[in-house]
Structure formats: structure tokens, C-alpha cells
């Protein structure tokens, strides 16, 4: 199947800083990618759909400003968790949309640890 | 309001055996329906997939049987392994690029 990429695997930050989590499809392009969060032993929330060279889409109760997408290219979306607090602690995960099928494929998602 | 509705939440099989989880949907707009399977701190992985033209398919130990209307799908894992034990998710889908609805997962152990 198609890869996609995320990076940081896993990161540790103060509260009050920033984190930028990265996406890439690595071989194919991907005209959307949507950004999930996961809570332990809980299926996957979708927070956002990311759609290349346009602001993202995000769903009811999800903060655009703490939540920052950007989808700059065919193969890269980034999410920026801006003045992280200890409650957005979570597993994000964020997947692409393969065009040719229309079969999403999933990164291996990033945790987040904010002290 | 819960569109794809999973059961069931946990299961146990003996190594061997047969696994089957059940999903269930209300929106007869959806046309695609995967499975996938997630391991501890890792990303799903995308199992097997089907669309409502068909009734079944299978790939290797995996099969999806799939009735339109009775709006219901389900994964059947046969001779099930201890490498099989995981979460997994039945999720559908309108359109091609439309969000997925997840079920809500079942937790699958498989005993050696």
C-alpha cells in the first residue's frame, strides 16, 4: 500500500510552546489529507480535512487557531499545535487520500506529551 | 449520532479460530466500507475494503461480507493468530474524498 510519513513520532514540550507535526505521502500525491486525534482505547476524531493550497476544514468543537493546518503541497500537510497545554496530550494521527482509488492510507502517528 | 455502529467492543479466540466483528450503518449514501487494524501507539493500517457491489471479498485470512440491506458488514478473521490481536476499525465512507466515520473499535486477543 501507499505510505505516509509523520514526524515526529513522538514529542515531549513545555506548556505554552508550539508544535508542528508533519505529513507526507511519500509516493504518491494527495490532493486531501485529514488529521485525526485518538484518546486512549477510542476510535479515531476527526479534527480537521486538509485540502492542498486551501484552508483546512475543520469539525465542530475543534479550535482553528489552536489547531493550525496547512497543506502547502501535494505531499506535505502540517499541523501546529500552538500554546500547548497538558489536555492536548494525545495521539495525532493524519491520513491521505489516494486519488487514483480513493483508499486513505494512514500515517503512524505522533504522541504528544505536553508537561 | 452514531453512524456506524460496532460490535463487539472486545473479543476472545483462541488461536485458530474464528473472529467476527459486526458493523452496522444508517447512511445508505456511504459507498465505501474498509477495515483497519491497529496495533499499540502505531497509525491503522488499512486491511481490506469493499464496495456495496459486492456481497464479499477476501484476502488471504481476512474476508468482508457485506449486506446492503440490512445496511450491515462484517470481518471475518479465520484461523486466527496471536499476531492478530490488535484493535480494529470497520469505518465507511461517501465519495472519494469525503471523511471516514469510524466505528468505535473491538479489541481483539487471540490466545496462543
Known amino acids: 500500500g501507499a505510505v505516509v510519513s509523520q514526524h515526529p513520532s513522538w514529542v515531549i514540550c513545555k506548556s505554552g510552546t508550539s508544535v508542528k507535526i508533519e505529513c507526507r505521502s511519500l509516493?504518491?500525491?494527495?490532493?486531501?489529507m485529514f488529521w485525526y486525534r485518538q484518546f486512549p482505547k477510542q476510535s479515531l476524531m476527526l479534527m480537521a480535512t486538509?485540502?492542498?493550497?486551501?484552508?483546512?476544514?475543520?469539525e465542530q468543537g475543534v479550535e482553528k487557531d489552536k489547531f493550525l493546518i496547512n497543506h502547502a503541497s501535494l505531499t506535505l500537510s502540517t499541523l501546529t499545535v500552538t500554546s500547548a497545554h497538558p489536555e492536548d496530550s494525545s495521539f495525532y494521527i493524519c491520513?491521505?487520500?489516494?486519488?487514483?482509488?480513493?483508499?486513505?492510507?494512514f500515517g503512524e502517528g505522533s504522541r504528544l506529551t505536553v508537561l | 449520532q452514531q453512524q456506524v455502529k460496532q460490535s463487539p467492543q472486545s473479543l476472545i479466540v483462541q488461536k485458530g479460530g474464528i473472529s467476527i466483528i459486526n458493523c452496522a450503518y444508517e447512511n445508505t449514501a456511504f459507498d465505501y466500507f474498509p477495515w483497519y487494524q491497529q496495533f499499540p501507539g502505531k497509525g491503522p493500517a488499512l486491511l481490506i475494503a469493499i464496495r456495496p457491489d459486492v456481497s464479499e471479498k477476501k484476502e488471504g485470512r481476512f474476508t468482508i461480507s457485506f449486506n446492503k440491506s440490512a445496511k450491515q458488514f462484517s470481518l471475518h478473521i479465520m484461523d486466527s493468530q496471536p499476531g492478530d490481536s490488535a484493535t480494529y476499525f470497520c469505518a465507511a465512507r461517501r465519495g472519494s474524498n469525503y471523511k471516514l466515520t469510524f466505528g468505535k473499535g473491538t479489541l481483539l486477543t487471540v490466545n496462543p
Open positions: 486538509s485540502n492542498e493550497g486551501s484552508k483546512a476544514t475543520y
Open positions: 491520513s491521505a487520500s489516494f486519488a487514483n482509488t480513493g483508499e486513505l492510507f
Open positions: 509516493d504518491f500525491q494527495a490532493t486531501t
